[in-house]
T-cell receptor, first 112, second 115 residues
């Protein structure tokens, strides 16, 4: 699976948008970008995934650059409960590849 | 149940003892995964089950670790002759197929402490 690079940590203000970057310059054509988060003392939680088009769901938006070498997860209105470690992962899609490989993630602290 | 259930939630064991950790996946999920997370570290893949296929055991750190999944549902991770470095949170996840469409659903984990 392609390797991802994320900032180690970032702070954001409650109520503001949080933009979490991820670089995946070696991503191949059949690899999707997945985002998970892990709140303290809990298991990771799926947030969103995409291939090439931007995606939005009730939790977040995912913006993928045209060359697919990087992406940004956007939490539109961060709350204190969004404090967590956010993992960006690339892996083959439904038809191939199985296990997710988690890197170090970005530790996000939402401040009042 | 509505989510992935793991038991026990906490386990303290003496070095050298065997332990069994249990995972009840979401009903209907065909794939089941075990990961572990040492204190302050990322998630380390251990083993993966998909339907009736042979499991992917490539992440098991030693032959003291084994896992089985009976009847395509419940899974048990067994650690024999536990060592202090086995202390970690052991997380189980399940998914439809390979989790491409909806991702994995993780349980809350079993915190194993070897003393």
């Amino acid at each position: 699976d392609a390797k991802t690079t994320q900032p180690t940590s970032m702070d954001c203000a409650e109520g503001r948008a949080a933009n979490l970057p991820c670089n995946h310059s070696t991503i191949s054509g059949n690899e999707y970008v997945y985002w998970y988060r892990q709140i303290h003392s809990q298991g990771p939680q799926y947030i969103i995934h995409g291939l090439k088009n931007n995606e939005t769901n009730e939790m977040a938006s995912l913006i993928i650059t045209e060359d697919r070498k990087s992406s940004t997860l956007i939490l539109p209105h961060a709350t204190l409960r969004d404090t967590a470690v956010y993992y960006c992962i690339v892996r083959p899609g439904e038809a191939a590849g199985n296990k997710l490989t988690f890197g170090g993630g970005t530790r996000v602290l939402v401040k009042p | 149940g509505a989510g992935v259930s793991q038991s026990p939630s906490n386990k303290v064991t003496e070095k050298g003892k065997d332990v069994e950790l249990r995972c009840d996946p979401i009903s209907g999920h065909t794939a089941l995964y075990w990961y572990r997370q040492s204190l302050g570290q990322g998630l380390e893949f251990l083993i993966y089950f998909q339907g009736n296929s042979a499991p992917d055991k490539s992440g098991l750190p030693s032959d003291r670790f084994s896992a089985e999944r009976t009847g395509g549902s419940v899974s048990t991770l067994t650690i024999q002759r536990t060592q202090q470095e086995d202390s970690a949170v052991y997380l189980c996840a399940s998914s439809f197929g390979t989790g491409g469409l909806r991702g994995y659903t993780f349980g809350s984990g079993t915190r194993l402490t070897v003393v």
